[in-house]
């Protein structure tokens, strides 16, 4: 099973949509979650940190459930700039391990 | 803005050749790392590394990889013999706690030929 499994889409979106993307991870120890996004050979960028409580950043939200190790990310009203790959990622902390371990990635294309 | 920069922005290099990666962290940075990512496929985690030595490295860094930070402000991953499955996108990234944000570098794209 993987680590940090992703729908590769591409989801192909509307300009003003609302899309939703959907992460799981295998181990129940992983102690950080973050949503990167990363542009067409770049360099991934944080996007957002994911907290228990779920968090908002403007048109982003992003969910945590632990009992279901399930991470999710919703972006609304979508934007042409909005087209990239989103990355799911996880931390197991408690081994001490600080490596980030990278889903590999749900490709969105905000279309006009 | 402080950002990661890395050097060369392509390399392309023959099989059996040894190269070298360079990468500045950001000067405040504790914790270095080094990932890759082979075209088409996810970001992977090479090795970290924290007080003068690695501190954890994947399976992937084998024999083959090694890395150094030289002087206060680089930090190199050096590929002793590459293979033409060594080819890929390698990321640097640094931060200044463990846990916190890792800001990642542009890239070095290493091309075996």
């Known amino acids: 099973r993987k680590e940090v499994e992703q729908d590769p889409g591409p989801f192909n979106v509307p300009e003003g949509a609302t899309v939703a993307f959907n992460c799981t991870y295998s181990?129940?120890?992983?102690?950080?979650f973050f949503w990167y996004r990363q542009d067409c050979r770049k360099e991934p960028k944080l996007l957002m940190s994911?907290?228990?409580s779920g968090n908002e950043d403007g048109r982003f939200t992003a969910q945590l459930n632990r009992a279901s190790q399930y991470i999710s990310l919703l972006i609304r009203d979508s934007k042409l700039s909005d087209s990239a790959t989103y990355l799911c990622?996880?931390?197991?902390?408690?081994?001490?391990?600080?490596?980030?371990?990278f889903g590999s990635g749900t490709r969105l294309q905000v279309q006009p | 803005e402080p950002e990661v920069t890395q050097t060369p922005s392509h390399q392309v290099t023959q099989m059996g050749q040894e190269v070298i990666l360079r990468c500045v962290p950001i000067?405040?940075?504790?914790?270095f790392y080094w990932y890759r990512q082979i075209l088409g496929q996810k970001v992977e985690f090479l090795v970290s590394?924290?007080?003068?030595?690695?501190?954890?490295k994947s399976e992937i860094f084998d024999d083959q990889f090694s890395v150094e930070r030289p002087d206060g402000s680089n930090f190199t991953l050096k590929i002793r013999s590459t293979k033409l499955e060594d080819s890929a996108m390698y990321f640097c990234?640094?931060?200044?706690?463990?846990?916190?944000?890792?800001?990642f570098g542009p890239g070095t794209r290493l091309t075996v030929t």
């Open positions: 990622v996880v931390i197991l902390l408690d081994t001490g391990r600080r490596a980030l371990t």
């Open positions: 181990n129940s120890a992983s102690q950080s």
């Open positions: 994911v907290y228990s």
């Open positions: 000067s405040n940075h504790l914790y």
């Open positions: 590394f924290y007080n003068n030595e690695i501190s954890e």
């Open positions: 990234a640094s931060n200044d706690l463990a846990g916190s944000e890792q800001y």
